[in-house]
Each structure stands twice: as structure tokens, then as C-alpha cells.
């Protein structure tokens, strides 16, 4: 890669990016691969933005936009909530907060067979992994993990569910842990399921707890780390 | 009537090359996927996308490329006079259709096949220059909503009257019956999505109200890309990145 190009990407990695923004001129690159993740498009000899957010790269030769928006697009084994909307004869139709409806094949469960079909009414909560996300088709959906087991996926019982943006749905699922969840683990006993689509499940034994930490993760999305340990701090004294 | 003084100020004491302050701001409706509101001068307006969602009307789906929906009506309370019919008229109709296209041009359709876009423009406040005040808004709202789009859209309006050019019309000039050309770019690409014009103008001096209308878009762009970039930048610093 000549000096020119990698200087014109790395001014704009980790830097604020607009829909039209060129980063790349390809035609100054010679037998360079780079791989083009969400927010950004080839154009002929330009890779451009098509999506606001800040440019990210990661080594070897991977770039993407990172952004924080409402609606999921979906890739590939990303883990997801979905809820169940119509049910057909081999498949579910389930929402995942995606431009079209989601297949759940009636035999993408653990030791899935014509002999035990699962049982979803309409409306249930389910957490699920896609399988395949190609534009020109419905998302496929699997209750297994790569290996065939169950493990983690499938119908999820009581709790409460509440909507957030996908990036602080990242944010939640980030290593080393999330300081909201950190700081509300120490003190409470409960459990949580976060779909990269924005969508996350809470469950305790009591709903005044489910409610206290429903409510510290909603209102953390526009608080930093420190304000995240302070905020729950607070919310904790109250109850107690 | 007199719209330019002699000193060159207009009725509202601008030059004839001046904009009218413009102001945004974004994420305005909670629920909805993506919000704005775009002020130009006294022109108010409010905009909410929705989706990529699934298609509603199962006859209306397109495989190829996502089906783009607008709706744009004025407020009752609006103008001066309150407005008997603020929507499905003619003009709201017509309005519309022109935002849906001019969104079209810009929205990489077919990234989101068999899916749906709505973009609901609502005026609460007018004083000419409605249509690109809703692009505008139209604009932020879709960038706002993670819709991948080629370029931003921006819009400006430009006029003729007493033999000089006039940028961004207010409700008076507009509706003084001179020439009144509605312009949309894309200002990276440099490629215009609308040209609309209201009575006649000689091709030379179509060209010079045109020249100061990009000039007006190109300006608004800058200014929709400081609001898009403080609101990413904000978002990272709350998150303490």
C-alpha cells in the first residue's frame, strides 16, 4: 500500500464519519486486501460511508463504522431475543428488530426432530443465534450453538424485557464487563440475556429487583463508566 | 413593493446572499427509529423515520430494493390562519412525492430488500421554504436512524426578485410571485436530486439563483454534518471512550 492511502484511512480511524465520507481511494492501493465491514461500501475506486459513526479498524486489514441506531441489521452469529409471531408447519416466524421477519426452522433445536416439534405461542420470547443473514432473504434463526447444543438458547420464562439501542446492547455484552453490570452483580442476585439487536431480558427472584436493574441499564446509556458505579450506588441506597 | 432596499437588506434585514440561522437537532420522537427537528428562520419542522421494518402491504413489496414511503402535512396551527385540511390535499400530496423521490435518490435501496422505510415530515411551523426545511429534517432523521445512504441530501430555496438574486425565501418573498427555485444536492457527489422552479427566469440568470442555491445546500450540509459528528462524538464521550 502506497503512503498515501494509509495515511487517508489512518487520519480517519477512530475519528467521526458521515454518510459520503471517502476513506479509501482504491486506485493509490496495489495488491492490498482489505475487509469492509457495516457502514461502509465500495464505490468504484472509493470506500465511502453510508452510515454516521466513528470509523473503526482492526489488524490485519479489517475497517467498519461503529454506530448506535434502533433497528438491527443482521450478521451472522450474532446472538439475539426475538419474539414469535406466526408459527408455520416447518418454521416460526419471529421478529428480531430487522428490516423483514426472521425463519426459525422447527428443527434448529437440540436433538430436533419431526417426533418433538417445540411448542411457541405466539408472543413468546426466545433467545436465538442467526445462522445465515443474506440481503435477498429472511434471516435464519437456531436455537443451538455451533455445535449442536442447546446451551444458553431458547424460550426464556417470566423476567421482563426492555428495548435499547444496539449499541448499548454492545456496550453490555463488552469485555472486561460492563460497569453498570458489574457494579449491580456485586450488590444483586439476577439474571440477564442481551441480544445484539437491542433487545435485553431480566430476571430475579423478586420484581422489585428485576425493576431496579431493568432501570440502571436504561439509564445508563447516556452516562460514562464512573457515573454508571455512582448512578447504581445511588439507586441501591434507596432500596436498602 | 420594494424586497430588496436600497443598501441591499431585505424585509427581514438580511443581505440577498445571506441564509436565514439555522438550527437541529436530533432524536426529537422517542419512539420512533429516527428523529429530527430542522429550523430555518421561523420554518420549523419535525421528522420521524421508521424502519427498515417489514413490509405492512404485502402487495406493495418490492424484492429488488427497499419500498420507500413518505407523508408530509402541515399543522393546523402552522400558519397565521388556521389550516382547515393540513393533509391529503393536493399540495401535501404533491410535497410528498417530492421528498419521497429526492430520499430515494440518496438511500442505497437495495441494500434492504423487501422492506419498508417510512418518513413521516411534519411542518409545526411556516414561513416559506417548507420543502427543503423537510429534506433537510428528512435527511437528519434517515442518518439518525442508521439507514445507509450514498450522500447526505441537503435543500435550499433561491429567488429573483427586483433584478437580484436572493438566497433562502421567507414566506413574503415566496409568495410574491417571482421566480422560486427549490434545490437538492448531494454535496459530496456533487449530483442534484431536485430542481424545482416557480414561474419563468432567462437561462443566465436561472444559472446564478441555481449557483447561490448549491452554494445555500452546501453551507446547510456542513452544518447537518457538524450536528451528525457532535452527536457520534457525544455519544462516545458519555460512554467514556
Same mark, same amino acid.
Given at each position: ?240 | ?69 413518505c407523508?408530509y ?18 399540495r401535501s400530496t404533491e410535497i410528498s412525492l417530492v421528498i419521497r423521490q429526492t430520499m430515494e435518490a ?10 419498508? =422505510?417510512?418518513i413521516?415530515v411534519?411542518? @409545526?411551523?411556516?414561513? &416559506?421554504?417548507t420543502r427543503s +426545511?423537510c429534506i433537510?429534517?428528512a435527511? !437528519? ?12 441530501v441537503?435543500s ?26 427549490t434545490?437538492g ?8 436530486t431536485l430542481l424545482q ?7 443566465? =440568470? ?5 449557483? @447561490?442555491?448549491?452554494? &445555500?445546500?452546501?453551507?446547510? +450540509? ?5 450536528? !451528525? ?13
Amino acid at each position: 500500500m502506497e503512503t498515501k492511502s494509509t495515511s487517508s484511512f489512518t487520519n480517519l480511524v477512530d475519528q467521526s464519519v458521515c454518510p459520503g465520507d471517502v476513506v479509501l481511494d482504491l486506485s493509490k492501493m496495489i495488491n492490498q486486501t482489505i475487509k469492509l465491514g457495516g457502514g461502509l461500501r465500495q464505490d468504484c475506486d472509493a470506500i465511502s460511508v453510508m452510515k454516521a459513526g466513528r470509523l473503526r479498524f482492526s489488524k490485519p486489514h479489517k475497517y467498519w463504522v461503529e454506530n448506535s441506531q434502533k433497528r438491527y441489521v443482521p450478521y451472522a452469529e450474532d446472538s439475539v431475543l426475538g419474539i414469535v409471531v406466526d408459527s408455520r408447519s416447518d418454521n416460526f416466524l419471529v421478529d428480531i428488530k430487522g428490516p423483514t421477519l426472521a425463519f426459525l426452522p422447527v428443527l434448529a433445536f437440540e436433538g430436533g426432530t419431526r417426533r418433538n416439534i417445540p411448542r411457541f405461542e405466539i408472543g413468546t420470547l426466545i433467545y436465538v443465534r442467526v445462522i445465515k443473514a443474506n440481503p435477498g432473504m429472511n434471516p435464519e434463526l437456531s436455537c443451538t450453538d455451533a455445535s449442536g447444543k442447546a446451551a444458553e438458547f431458547g424460550a426464556l420464562k417470566d423476567g421482563y424485557m426492555f428495548e435499547c439501542t444496539t449499541g448499548q446492547s454492545r456496550m453490555l455484552l463488552s469485555s472486561p464487563t460492563c460497569p453498570v453490570l458489574d457494579a449491580l452483580g456485586k450488590k444483586l442476585s439476577f439474571e440477564i440475556a442481551v441480544g445484539l439487536n437491542g433487545r435485553v431480558w431480566v430476571d430475579a427472584a423478586s420484581p422489585h429487583t428485576t425493576i431496579v436493574v431493568a432501570n440502571a441499564i436504561m439509564n445508563s446509556e447516556t452516562l460514562s463508566g464512573a457515573q454508571q458505579r455512582i448512578m447504581v450506588e445511588k439507586l441501591l441506597q434507596r432500596i436498602q | 413593493m420594494e424586497y430588496v432596499s436600497p443598501e441591499g437588506l431585505r424585509l427581514d434585514g438580511r443581505r440577498p446572499m445571506e441564509m436565514r440561522q439555522i438550527r437541529a437537532e436530533i432524536g426529537a420522537v422517542s419512539k420512533a427509529d429516527g428523529s429530527a427537528i430542522f429550523e430555518m428562520g421561523n420554518t420549523k419542522v419535525i421528522a420521524a423515520v421508521y424502519g427498515p421494518r417489514e413490509v405492512q402491504n404485502r402487495s406493495q413489496q418490492i424484492s429488488s430494493h427497499a419500498l420507500v414511503r413518505c407523508e408530509y402535512c402541515m399543522a393546523n396551527f402552522s400558519t397565521g390562519d388556521r389550516m382547515r385540511k393540513s393533509k391529503g390535499d393536493r399540495r401535501s400530496t404533491e410535497i410528498s412525492l417530492v421528498i419521497r423521490q429526492t430520499m430515494e435518490a440518496c438511500i442505497l435501496t437495495h441494500l434492504l430488500p423487501r422492506s419498508q =422505510i417510512d418518513i413521516y415530515v411534519q411542518v @409545526l411551523q411556516a414561513d &416559506g421554504g417548507t420543502r427543503s +426545511a423537510c429534506i433537510n429534517a428528512a435527511t !437528519l432523521a434517515l442518518a439518525d436512524a442508521g439507514i445507509p445512504m450514498r450522500d447526505l441530501v441537503t435543500s435550499c430555496s433561491a429567488g429573483y426578485l427586483n433584478s437580484t438574486p436572493l438566497l433562502d425565501l421567507n414566506y413574503v418573498e415566496d409568495s410574491a410571485g417571482g421566480p422560486d427555485v427549490t434545490l437538492g444536492i448531494l454535496p459530496k457527489l456533487d449530483k442534484v436530486t431536485l430542481l424545482q422552479m416557480d414561474s419563468k427566469l432567462p437561462i443566465d =440568470i436561472l444559472e446564478n439563483v441555481m449557483q @447561490l442555491a448549491i452554494e &445555500g445546500c452546501k453551507a446547510i +450540509a456542513n452544518y447537518i454534518r457538524e450536528i !451528525l459528528l457532535a452527536n457520534t462524538k457525544q455519544l462516545e464521550y458519555r460512554r467514556g471512550v
